[in-house]
Every structure is written in structure tokens, then in C-alpha cells.
């Protein structure tokens, strides 16, 4: 089946600094991948649509400027995280849509993000 | 913004007993889906209606669609321990991908 992958799957950062999380699609080629976010016992959030090739579409109240995404290539989509606060940790997933399928998306485990 | 409203929130069964949750939603969908979590974990994909289907089946799960009341059942028959978890549904509104969830149901099943 489809796997997505994420790396890292936890990080622990200092208020300030930007972290890096890394969302792969490991043996199917995603032209879509999602950025989501989730905050304890609550649902998941859309945070942005990442386009190969272009760039990510933001939802509203979401920042770009805090959360750059950059999707390089049809397998490989990153949320830079800058500046962290507090705040921003959360627990953030990726997925990934299959090209000409019926809308199914395939989830990464996640990153645990914690900014002390 | 959240598209989706779940009921029971939480729900707690014994092992053997059937489990219902309800998913109530606004728009007009193009497929609804319903994707189970483990704590702290990536979502599984269950299941996804068609927005022009009624029910469908898959193993010991039930998912019914009704787009005039704007809401879907998922029923989990013979329930196992190893079923508890976070349920979500989610819709999907256009074929760009974009996927609105619900709360969810967080299921516990009693051994």
C-alpha cells in the first residue's frame, strides 16, 4: 500500500529557533501533499495544501510566513516551522493525495513538536 | 474551519458490543471518509462514500450517507479491544483533495 513517511517523528526545540519536518511519499508519486495540525484531544486542522511545483496554498488564519512550505519534488514536502513559539507546539501531520485516485489520501505518523 | 460535527464524542462499550458514530456536516460534499487514530499516531483510512452512494461495507465496518440530513453513521460490529481509538470523519467538497474533519469519537473498547 501506499506509505508516507515523516522525519523527524518527535522534536524538542528552544523558543526562536525554526525546525524542519519532512514529509515523504515512499512508493507513489504525490503531485498534492496536506500539512495539518493538531493540538491534544482535538481534531485536525488543515493548515495548507502544498502544490509540486508551485506554491502552497494557505488556509485562512494560517501564517506563511511562519510556516513555509516548500514541495520540491513529487515525492518530498517540507513545513519549516520559523521563529517557533510555545504556541506552535502541536502535533503536526502530513498526507499525501494519489495522483488520478478517488481522493484518498495517505497519512504520515506525524511529528511531535515541542518548543520550550 | 471544522466541517464536521461528531456524536458521541467519547463512547465506551464492552468487547463483543456494536459501536454507532454519527458525523454531521454543512456543505454540499463531493465523498465523505472516516479514518481511525491511535493515540499519538497518523490517521488509518477506513472507508470512503461517494456522495451518490447510500452505504458500503468494509469487513466489520458499516458506513451509511445521508445527503439530505447532511450526515453519515460509521458502525463497528463485534467490537475488539484493539478497535479503540479516536475516529474522524472527514469530507472532501471538490477534487482538489482538501479534506474538512469532524471532532471526532473517541471509542473505548472494555476487554
Known amino acids: 500500500g501506499a506509505v508516507v513517511s515523516q522525519h523527524p517523528s518527535w522534536v524538542i526545540c528552544k523558543s526562536g529557533t525554526s525546525v524542519k519536518i519532512e514529509c515523504r511519499s515512499l512508493d507513489f508519486q504525490a503531485t498534492t501533499m496536506f500539512w495539518y495540525r493538531q493540538f491534544p484531544k482535538q481534531s485536525l486542522m488543515l493548515m495548507a495544501t502544498s502544490n509540486e511545483g508551485s506554491k502552497a496554498t494557505y488556509e485562512q488564519g494560517v501564517e506563511k510566513d511562519k510556516f513555509l512550505i516548500n514541495h520540491a519534488s513529487l515525492t518530498l514536502s517540507t513545513l519549516t516551522v520559523t521563529s517557533a513559539h510555545p504556541e506552535d507546539s502541536s502535533f503536526y501531520i502530513c498526507?499525501?493525495?494519489?495522483?488520478?485516485?478517488?481522493?484518498?489520501?495517505?497519512f504520515g505518523p506525524g511529528t511531535r513538536l515541542t518548543v520550550l | 474551519s471544522q466541517q464536521g460535527e461528531e456524536d458521541p464524542q467519547a463512547l465506551s462499550i464492552q468487547e463483543g458490543e456494536n459501536a454507532t458514530m454519527n458525523c454531521s456536516y454543512k456543505?454540499?460534499?463531493?465523498?465523505l471518509q472516516w479514518y481511525r487514530q491511535n493515540s499519538g499516531r497518523g490517521l488509518v483510512h477506513l472507508i470512503l462514500?461517494?456522495?451518490?452512494?447510500r452505504e458500503k461495507h468494509s469487513g466489520r465496518l458499516r458506513v451509511t450517507l445521508d445527503t439530505s440530513k447532511k450526515s453519515s453513521s460509521l458502525l463497528i460490529t463485534a467490537s475488539r479491544a484493539a478497535d479503540t481509538a479516536s475516529y474522524f470523519c472527514a469530507t472532501a467538497t471538490s477534487n482538489t483533495g482538501k479534506l474538512i474533519f469532524g471532532q471526532g469519537t473517541t471509542l473505548q473498547v472494555k476487554p
Open positions: 498526507s499525501a493525495r494519489l495522483a488520478g485516485g478517488n481522493n484518498e489520501q495517505f
Open positions: 456543505t454540499s460534499i463531493n465523498n
Open positions: 462514500i461517494r456522495s451518490n452512494e
